[in-house]
């Protein structure tokens, strides 16, 4: 049933991170002082800055805790918070400290190489979601880890909820193990 096609290809596409800076944050004045920023108190308590290079996003919170998106390596993270910093520097906040980041979650898509048979795997393939009329892709949680699929029948996926960028390959490989025995019965 499965026919396989090539090998299995993934990428990060996004890196969610948090980190506290450790001074408290002036939002409005940030909203005032510095361009690409986003600040509506009435709506959420955060101030979204918008990072041009490298492009990311980052939810500042007035507590000094912010959380980083958008960052396809842990390189463009630490670049993305030091240019938080230094904006915060042309405001006199001096952070101090060397901020500790905590990686909250990695996205990756990518192929694993083989057509699936979507309306076979969720009978099949335990703790799966597939309803094609709301969404044509099938949801499956990996048990044993804490990754989350989504899995097109054109061997397309994205894989959610790891916090490594080895966690991501061995989730996929074991994925691809688990489709394998199901599909070749």
């Known amino acids: 049933m499965a026919k396989k096609v090539g090998k299995k290809s993934i990428e990060i596409v ?8 450790e001074k408290d944050i002036p939002l409005e004045k940030m909203a005032a002082t510095l ?4 600040y509506n108190p009435e709506q959420f308590p955060g101030l979204v800055l918008r990072i041009k290079d ?4 980052a939810l500042i919170f007035s507590s000094g805790k912010v959380v ?24 006199d906040i001096v952070v101090t400290i060397k901020p500790e980041i905590t990686v909250q979650n990695i996205v990756a898509s990518g192929s694993i ?6 309306n076979v795997l969720g009978v099949k393939l335990p703790n ?14 990996l048990k044993g880890t804490n990754a989350t699929f989504l899995l097109f029948s054109n061997g397309k996926i994205v894989c959610t909820g790891t916090k490594t960028e080895e966690a991501v390959h061995e989730a996929t490989d074991k994925l691809i193990e688990n489709l394998e ?3 070749n019965k």
């Open 128 to 141: 799966t979601e597939y309803e094609p009329e709301q969404f044509p892709g099938l949801v499956h949680k």
């Open 14 to 21: 996004n890196i969610v991170v948090s980190t506290a800076l």
């Open 113 to 118: 190489g083989m057509d699936l048979n979507l």
């Open 68 to 91: 980083c998106t958008g960052a396809r390596t842990l390189d463009a993270v630490d670049k993305s918070i030091l240019q938080i910093i230094k904006s915060l520097k042309k405001m």
């Open 54 to 57: 490298p492009k990311t996003s």
């Open 181 to 183: 025995k199901i599909l």
């Open 35 to 38: 361009p690409n920023t986003e």
